[in-house]
């Protein structure tokens, strides 16, 4: 079983930055993507991106530029580096990850942690 805690979420002026991680834990099982999706309130959960084992990367249009995803492969935690911050930026972050087990992959999801953007 994957287990997913995320950090880093808070309160931010606009124009700052906040910088979030997930480390994954457990045993029998490897990494294939990782990645950050966002909900704000009265709307749809929503890609940010994504960072597959090669380390490359996928974003949604609306946050390159803003927004990098890293990954560390030997510690199984994933990052996103949020620079820029607007006010819409404020939702709820979910960390991604989608594991592996022999020839099976499951998705795992964090707790998910808030981000709240000041104007």
């Known amino acids: 079983q994957v287990r997913l805690v995320e950090s880093g979420g808070g309160l931010v002026q606009a124009g700052g930055s906040l910088r979030l991680s997930c480390a994954a834990s457990?045993?029998?099982?490897?990494?294939?993507?990782m990645g950050w999706y966002r909900q704000a309130p009265g709307k749809q959960r929503e890609l940010v991106g994504s960072?597959?084992?090669?380390?490359?990367?996928n974003y949604a249009d609306s946050l390159k530029g803003r927004f990098t995803i890293s990954r560390d492969n030997a510690k199984k935690t994933v990052y996103l580096q949020m620079n820029s911050l607007k006010p819409e930026d404020t939702a709820v972050y979910y960390c991604?990850?989608?594991?592996?087990?022999?020839?099976?992959?499951?998705?795992?999801w964090g707790q998910g942690t808030q981000v709240t953007v000041s104007s």
């Open positions: 991604y990850v989608q594991s592996r087990r022999y020839t099976t992959n499951y998705d795992n």
């Open positions: 960072i597959p084992t090669d380390g490359s990367t």
């Open positions: 457990g045993s029998g099982f490897s990494i294939n993507v």
